[in-house]
């Protein structure tokens, strides 16, 4: 440990540095201009200057998501950090690892209302996994290394750090990340054996399995994954994976059957309903998916692996319950599957899958493009033909696209797909993909959003065009925020209340403003074309492709309703939910 | 889970949760218990340790058994908290709660109020000529029949620590 002296600014620069930093998400003000004088003058850690705070949580969320690496935001005080309130819940909701640093007034002037001040750790107590309020300035390197190891240690998740100005200013000591000692927090990583063989032999013995992939394998690294595709493969069942886990096991493989839950495929949905046993591996059981509680796969045992105990019995109880890491339990479980070679019964397996085949062949996701109006399932598919086999990323903001392009866009690696999923929240794909594409300059990135979304963080295609990102907007126009009229269209007797939005702006003549180069497309005809000038332009690029204002997502759960109640199409008439208190929920 | 209760019966557990003493920790773990709805009906915390600076809170709450298991598994969630210990569930345990109690009455009232406290083993910690302050340690149970019995006489005031608690035996925490 060297007796150097170094100012608060300096030690934030260092710890950041040796964490491994290059990036960070910022905004600056008052009380964060000592950081901002020692930014300027080092060029180590990059600063991307976002248009709002939000919009820098965002990003860095989709660094951390696309590289398996924290994510860094830097807020001033006051209205700094309530900005990103919402970035900091969403990376909560969804597991991302995540470092927030923000200002605050000087220690003195805490709790005298003064200018720009806010109680930052009071308001973001249950918006993050863990903060602190620096008090000193010798304390500032041990609490941001400390800071690292609980964003990304356990269930990973943002943690905040509140900095006065004083402690930015004053001096003190530096410590390396590895003379830290992290305090007692010690998530338990490895599963007991003993519930991992009872496991094996669970599994081993099922007639209807199926393997339920959330996203904790994602968050446990890429190996994680390819130790999921490893077990699915060597049993040779059926695997689903939640919106969190797209990407996690192969699309493009046979024994994908699709993501289940609300907007899930049938064969997804029907096999999980009728499975006899489930092993969910890092998913939550999510309301989403499990829809009614009471009435969720009825006839199946339940082995549920997650890091955070509170996940397992919280909404399903589990027949076997296994805390620990997803990538460490898995390899236990091939490893000690390898030694014990259970016989699977394969004629068993071989009818369930014929069940599933026939599942399958209902093709709930067709859709009937017709000549005048595109749909926008046929625009996705076309960005899914474009795309395939290029190296790509995928951000979506929240609303029917979203659950479109999880239909139709298909992932064949893990952190390629960018959603917001718990929170659900809209305003997350610009930023998101401004994120991505710093992390993967050379990448295609591509944003799926609709217009709705799009002008909750619109001032992020600012940034994209400032750094010259070559991220490509991929709007699905429809002049109306469709979930909420699809709902109101078969829940509330087609009231379409304060969703119309015709009256939006001339998004090609605001593209361009930003510094976009844009496209439109109107014609059915023009998609392919489109979409292929979109992915060869380079530079920014939004393509801004009118799609059917009434076009509905299928399948459909209705919230508060079993998985065999699942409505496939328009024409088939949805069914009454007993409790109508459960309906929006 | 535990087969002799039934799932959907509401019981009071008596949590021990032992935290580092630092800015903020009993507010992240009263905001778990209003953010997820779950019932405070008791609260203690002092400062139980202060070369490790470790605080401890007790917590009585009431809820499913499967509500019982969340509150102890989202407790072991927050960074600061070192151990939990369910006292109502991992054994046997102590549990203390202390009250002051004023008393107001002249004449046969002080003399009753005296008899009281003498059978409940409570002692005068403050008097005037027409007023007792009585200091009772207790299950909170005792106490509760304590204080009804003071209201008959002359009951002005109460304040109560809610219950301490510890488990029974030579095992640490």
């Known amino acids: 440990m060297s007796k150097k002296l170094y100012t608060g600014g300096e030690i934030i620069l260092k710890a950041l540095g040796d964490q491994g930093v290059d990036v960070i998400f910022g905004y600056p003000g008052g009380v964060t201009l000592p950081l901002y004088d020692k930014i300027y003058q080092q060029n180590k850690v990059r600063h991307i200057l976002v248009g709002h705070e939000q919009g820098g949580v965002h990003a860095a969320e989709g660094y951390a998501r696309s590289t398996g690496k924290p994510g860094v935001v830097l807020a001033t005080s006051g209205p700094g950090a309530t900005n990103t309130v919402t970035g900091l819940v969403d990376a909560l909701m969804d597991s991302i690892p995540l470092v927030c640093l923000t200002g605050q007034v000087v220690s003195n002037l805490i709790g005298n209302d003064a200018f720009q001040e806010a109680d930052t750790t009071g308001i973001t107590r249950a918006a993050t996994k863990h903060n602190y309020l620096v008090h000193s300035t010798d304390d500032l390197a041990r609490l941001i290394h400390e800071a690292f190891y609980v964003a990304t240690h356990g269930r990973p998740g943002p943690v905040l750090i509140d900095i006065p100005k004083d402690v930015i200013l004053g001096t003190g000591l530096y410590l390396m990340p590895e003379d830290v000692q992290p305090r007692n927090y010690n998530p338990k990583i490895r599963g007991d054996r003993e519930k991992i063989e009872d496991a094996i032999q669970l599994l081993a013995a099922a007639k209807k399995p199926i393997i339920y992939v959330g996203g904790g394998v994602i968050n446990s690294g890429q190996k994680a994954c390819q130790l999921a595709t490893q077990l699915v493969r060597m049993t040779g069942y059926p695997c689903t994976t939640t919106l969190m886990a797209l990407g996690a096991f192969p699309a493009s493989d046979p024994q994908f059957v699709g993501m289940p839950g609300m907007h899930g495929t049938y064969e997804a949905n029907m096999a999980m309903h009728q499975c006899d046993v489930m092993f969910n591996i890092g998913a939550r059981f999510d309301d989403r998916v499990t829809g009614k509680v009471g009435s969720f796969s009825p006839g199946s045992k339940k082995i549920h692996v997650d890091i955070d105990p509170s996940s397992l019995n919280k909404t399903i109880v589990a027949d076997i319950g296994i805390i620990g890491d997803a990538g460490s339990v898995l390899e236990d479980m091939i490893r000690l599957w390898d030694e014990k070679q259970p016989t699977i019964n394969t004629a068993a397996i071989k009818s369930w899958w014929n069940e599933i085949e026939k599942w399958r062949g209902v093709r709930c996701l067709s859709y009937d493009q017709g000549e005048k109006i595109i749909k926008p399932q046929f625009a996705l598919e076309n960005l899914r033909k474009l795309i395939q086999g290029s190296d790509f990323y995928v951000t979506t903001d929240v609303g029917q696209h979203q659950m479109w392009a999880a239909q139709f866009l298909h992932f064949d690696k893990p952190n390629r797909w960018m959603t917001s999923g718990g929170l659900g929240t809209m305003g997350y794909g610009v930023p998101a993909a401004l994120g991505v594409q710093v992390a993967h300059p050379e990448s295609t990135v591509v944003c799926v959003t609709s217009e709705g979304s799009l002008m909750m963080n619109i001032q992020e295609m600012d940034t994209i065009a400032k750094y010259q990102l070559p991220v490509k907007i991929f709007n699905l126009n429809n002049k109306v925020l469709g979930m909420i009229r699809q709902w109101q269209e078969l829940f509330y007797d087609n009231h379409e209340s304060e969703c119309d939005l015709s009256g939006g702006p001339d998004f090609i003549g605001l593209a361009e403003a930003f510094?976009?180069?844009?496209?439109?497309?109107?014609?059915?005809?023009?998609?392919?074309?489109?979409?292929?000038?979109?992915?060869?332009?380079?530079?920014?690029?939004?393509?801004?492709?009118?799609?059917?204002?009434?076009?509905?997502?299928f399948p459909m759960i209705p919230a508060g309703a079993p998985h065999n109640e699942i409505v496939l199409g328009p024409n088939q008439n949805l069914k009454t939910v007993d409790d109508k208190s459960n309906v929006m929920a | 889970m535990n087969n002799d209760i039934t799932p959907n019966e509401v019981c009071e557990h008596t949590f021990s949760v032992l935290v580092?003493?630092?800015?903020?920790?009993?507010?992240?773990?009263?905001?778990?218990?209003?953010?997820?709805?779950?019932?405070?009906?008791?609260?203690?915390?002092s400062e139980v340790d202060s070369v490790e600076g470790y605080s401890k809170i007790t917590i009585v709450t009431s809820g499913t058994l499967s509500v019982?298991?969340?509150?102890?598994?989202?407790?072991?969630?927050?960074?600061?908290?070192?151990?939990?210990?369910?006292?109502?569930?991992?054994?046997?345990?102590?549990?203390?709660?202390?009250?002051?109690?004023?008393?107001?009455?002249?004449?046969?009232?002080?003399?009753?109020?005296?008899?009281?406290?003498?059978?409940?083993?409570?002692?005068?910690?403050?008097?005037?000529?027409?007023?007792?302050?009585?200091?009772?340690?207790?299950?909170?149970?005792?106490?509760?029949?304590?204080?009804?019995?003071?209201?008959?006489?002359?009951?002005?005031?109460?304040?109560?620590?809610?219950?301490?608690?510890?488990?029974?035996?030579?095992?640490?925490?």
């Open chain 1, 515 to 553: 510094g976009f180069k844009a496209i439109q497309v109107t014609d059915p005809d023009e998609v392919c074309s489109g979409i292929e000038k979109m992915l060869t332009t380079k530079g920014p690029v939004f393509l801004n492709i009118e799609v059917d204002r009434n076009e509905n997502v």
């Open chain 2, 20 to 45: 580092d003493n630092e800015a903020g920790v009993l507010h992240r773990v009263v905001g778990l218990f209003s953010g997820r709805g779950y019932n405070i009906d008791s609260l203690t915390v």
């Open chain 2, 68 to 173: 019982i298991e969340q509150i102890r598994a989202q407790l072991e969630r927050l960074v600061p908290v070192q151990k939990v210990s369910d006292l109502t569930r991992d054994g046997r345990s102590v549990q203390r709660e202390l009250a002051l109690v004023k008393v107001q009455g002249e004449g046969d009232d002080r003399i009753n109020s005296m008899q009281l406290a003498d059978k409940f083993q409570a002692q005068v910690v403050d008097s005037t000529p027409e007023s007792f302050v009585f200091e009772i340690v207790g299950s909170s149970d005792t106490l509760d029949r304590f204080i009804g019995e003071m209201r008959h006489i002359g009951l002005v005031d109460v304040s109560r620590t809610g219950i301490v608690a510890i488990a029974r035996g030579a095992d640490e925490m």
